[in-house]
């Protein structure tokens, strides 16, 4: 049997071909000073490009390389879990494949880490992105706070180190859709944060655009919270309550007083809060059915198509 490693660094790959041999050869470099044995896990989830050429050559000339290929595409996260499901190392690394995560900072990140903490993430203090991918982005951390109850900090990322029981617990959650942060946040151990160097990004553009991130914070509050269905009853109860205060009052001048004429907009309104009341409700709830329905198959996050042999 192979020795476990000392730390697996885990990299999901979309549309930066470019950049994954500078990425190889400066994570080799930063580690070989700490000094650790490592691994190195490209994970392609089917993007743009022919990385899958690159890291099947790069794994032919290095052990330490190992490349999964997806069938297709699944989204950073889920490819993120099928290189955490791979990893041997007694730590895992997350880092992008586009260079924005420096790989120099996993010393730091190492060394932070035994000083006895299970997660360390980078903050990225200057942020080197456009103003539309920042504010998708504090969109997405303001969704997670909004599910956990607790203070989220936007700078912070997925590039960070975790600890083996951290990665085990992990694995063994059944949530889906799977979102690493928030599985990672979780598992209950406490977070600790350096400030990191962000760069630009070397190849391309993110794949993350405003729709695509609120698309992506709808399917997390629906599948990782019940504060919809919580929200629904409180407009139920909103609804009831100004229908029967609409009944009573028609009721009140249309009887008790002897007025006939009645105030139709008033009615007719009411029907429309009622209505967008049930609308609304059933939305919520087809949501809930869909997340209940997909646990029941246990789809499977990912498939992995192909796999690069070690020599």
Same mark, same amino acid.
């Given at each position: ?145 909004? $599910?956990?109850?607790?203070? =989220?900090?936007? @700078? ?9 029981? +951290?990665?085990? #617990? &992990? ?42 991130? $609120?698309?992506?914070?709808? =399917?997390?509050? @629906? ?9 629904? +009853?409180?407009? #139920? &109860? ?74």
């Amino acid at each position: 049997m192979a020795d476990v490693p000392d730390i697996s660094v885990v990299v999901p790959v979309y549309g930066s071909d470019s950049t994954l041999a500078p990425l190889y050869k400066r994570v080799a470099a930063a580690i070989s000073g700490i000094p650790a044995g490592f691994e190195l896990i490209f994970v392609d989830d089917c993007g743009p490009g022919n990385p899958w050429a690159i890291i099947s050559k790069m794994a032919q000339n290095d052990p330490r390389v190992t490349g999964l290929k997806l069938s297709r595409n699944y989204g950073q996260h889920n490819a993120i879990m099928a290189g955490i499901n791979l990893a041997r190392g007694r730590w895992v690394v997350i880092m992008d494949c586009d260079l924005q995560d420096r790989p120099e900072e996993i010393t730091r990140l190492w060394a932070k880490a035994q000083e006895g903490h299970d997660i360390v993430v980078g903050r990225r203090v200057k942020r080197q992105d456009s103003f539309f991918k920042r504010l998708s982005s504090k969109f997405f951390h303001e969704v997670i706070k909004y $599910i956990n109850n607790q203070k =989220n900090d936007p @700078a912070q990322a997925t590039f960070g180190i975790y600890s083996r029981r +951290v990665i085990d #617990k &992990i694995k063994l959650s059944s949530e889906t859709p799977k979102i690493f942060p928030l599985l990672m946040q979780r598992t209950g151990f406490p977070v600790k944060s350096i400030d990191v160097e962000h760069c630009w990004r070397a190849e391309g553009k993110s794949s993350y655009t405003l729709k695509r991130k $609120i698309f992506l914070a709808m =399917n997390v509050i @629906a599948f990782y919270s019940d504060k919809p269905l919580n929200i629904w +009853v409180r407009l #139920k &109860i909103f609804a009831a309550v100004a229908a029967f205060s609409s009944g009573l009052w028609i009721f009140v001048h249309s009887f008790l007083f002897g007025c006939q004429s009645v105030d139709w907009t008033k009615i007719i309104s009411i029907s429309f809060i009622l209505s967008g009341a049930v609308i609304l409700g059933m939305g919520i709830l087809e949501i809930y059915i869909k997340r209940i329905f997909n646990q029941l198959k246990k789809k499977s996050p990912s498939i992995v198509a192909d796999r690069t042999q070690t020599t």
